[in-house]
């Protein structure tokens, strides 16, 4: 099966109210005080700093970008990711309700959002400008939610008429593009693996005493990618799984407490996570990261 047949292009946009407003005569007055160009300098006013509604909105925006970014992989710098379809069903389920978890963080804002203006007239003084804040309809429209999907373009699917030549160029641009965005994935998948190995091979080799704090987010996000792998691993790469496997044997039933409280385990489950990320180096496109002196 080719790329197009096992994932799908989705790309996520959660704009916010800008809150950022530049005051030229400010800075201009600033320039002259400094017996400076007035170029040098920019003065610029906050709105809205630290209102909990609208930051309770960019709190979540935060989380739901790290969340796609985890369910998915990459494809391009305009944000666009790769969904396996494996992960189709219970990705579009989440996003369904994130959209209604957002839209009711919006309708708080925008219930509260004549109180929060009249707020910053308060704070900002001479500062204020009713200009500087949009209709509340301006304001829904800039916290829009939106979720395109669409399928991974295919090399011999081309509905335009060009010379036989032009075609063949075409396919092969695509067919190239396909080729480094299934050489992308793959390696990404090997480096959020060696993430959590990493924070396992220094913080257990360091020879400090730990806390449940520390060896929980140990254990659970080394799970969390072991289970997320079987997914996403859209090539289908035989190296990835058996690492992924290694992982799960050796490491991924230790509990926390066990950590916490045994230095012998601390110490061989360091030395484990050591081995398997030099194992994984060759396909990293780099060493991995020298194991920290074990106690």
Known sequence: MSLHDKAILVSLS?????LNRREDDD???????????????????????????FDAIRKYDGQLGDWNRKQTLPWNDDGT??????????????MRAARAEREALVRDFLTGFDGFVQ????????AFRPSDYPDRFTVRERFSFALAVTPVPDGKDFRIIVSKEDMLTMQ?????????????????????????????????????????????????????????IPRLNITGDAKIEDFRRMA????ANITPETLKDNDLVR?????????????????????????????
């Open 248 to 251: 799960l044997e050796k490491l």
């Open 81 to 94: 990711r790769l969904l396996p379809t494996l992960q189709y069903n219970a990705y579009m389920a989440h």
């Open 172 to 228: 092969a641009n695509v067919d190239e593009r396909l080729r480094q965005a299934e050489e992308k994935a793959r390696v990404d998948l090997f480096h959020r693996l060696a993430g959590p190995l990493c924070d396992m091979a220094d913080k257990l080799g360091s020879g400090k005493d730990l806390t449940l704090r520390t060896t929980n987010p140990l254990v659970e996000n080394l799970k969390e990618i072991l289970d997320l």
């Open 119 to 126: 707020n910053d007239r308060a704070r900002l003084g001479n």
């Open 14 to 18: 959660t704009p916010r109210l800008g």
């Open 267 to 295: 110490s061989v489950a360091a030395r484990k996570a050591q081995e398997i990320l030099d194992g994984m180096a060759d396909f990293m496109g780099g060493p991995a990261p020298a194991l920290a002196e074990a106690a």
């Open 27 to 53: 800075a201009a007055a600033v320039a002259r005080l400094h017996g400076a160009d007035s170029k040098a300098f920019a003065v610029t006013k906050r709105l809205l700093q630290g209102n909990p509604a």
